[in-house]
């Protein structure tokens, strides 16, 4: 027999250990199991939001198939430009030419949130905008050399390294980063998990500014 008066588990089905620190800012209990899913490419003029949900939902549906107990919490976070949904580099000739498109320019990352329980399922996407700084090839280089470009979407990470050829964002720190806290927050309570208000800790910014980050 089923203890109800046992407060749900939630699942984070996602192995990124950004994600793991984001999700623990919540103050809640989670264990993590990371779906086994391909991410399929996107097609041509495909929505970039749109793409992002369902990305989100199948890692969050196929959680929930692992633990049909459960609430689990998928996610998935896009970088787009003029249209132009830009993934994980392939390697690193690629993650420099992502760099170039972005460089000087401004654009959007994008990360959908998806919580599934059994067949029923919640979802919603953050937007914010973020504008790089005109750096040259050789600082291009550099990064991508590091090798903190090659598993990330639009091949830089603002938390990290990243962060340097990053002028100014609008929007969600978190969001960039790969988990919105606000939507995040708001998806997991809808589940009966209790989210405590954390007055001390905003959810839209980062615990402290990383180097070359306006704060």
Same mark, same amino acid.
């Given at each position: 027999? !089923?203890?109800?008066?046992?407060? +749900? ?28 899913? /391909? ?21 969050? @549906?196929?959680?929930? %198939? ?11 976070? /896009? ?7 830009? =993934? ?15 460089? =000087? %320019? ?10 599934? @329980?059994?067949?029923?399922?919640? !979802?919603?996407?953050?937007? @914010? ?36 050829? /990053? ?9 960039? /980063? ?6 995040? !927050? ?9 989210? +405590?208000?954390?007055? @001390?800790?905003? +959810? ?10 306006? !704060?």
């Amino acid at each position: 027999m !089923s203890d109800y008066s046992r407060p +749900p588990t939630l699942v984070l089905a996602s192995g990124s250990p950004r994600r793991k620190e984001l999700l623990g800012r919540l103050d809640i209990a989670f264990s993590i199991d990371p779906a086994d899913v /391909v991410e399929r490419p996107p097609v041509s003029g495909e929505d970039p939001a749109a793409y992002a949900l369902a990305l989100a939902h199948h890692k969050a @549906s196929a959680g929930a %198939r692992r633990h049909p107990h459960a609430v689990v919490l998928g996610a998935d976070t /896009v970088v787009t430009i003029c249209g132009l949904i830009l =993934g994980k580099p392939s390697d690193e000739q690629h993650a420099l030419e992502m760099l170039r498109r972005l460089r =000087g %320019r401004g654009h959007h990352v994008i990360t959908a949130v998806a919580v599934c @329980s059994g067949l029923d399922c919640t !979802s919603d996407a953050v937007t @914010s905008g973020v504008w790089m700084k005109r750096a040259t090839d050789d600082e291009l280089r550099a990064y991508v050399a590091t090798g903190e470009p090659m598993d990330k979407a639009g091949a830089y990470a603002l938390q990290g390294l990243g962060g340097q050829l /990053v002028e100014r964002i609008s929007g969600c720190y978190n969001n960039v /980063v790969g988990l919105p806290l606000c939507l995040t !927050s708001n998806l997991i309570r809808e589940w009966s998990i209790d989210v +405590p208000f954390l007055e @001390s800790k905003d +959810p839209h910014l980062p615990l402290s500014s990383p180097h070359g980050v306006p !704060s």
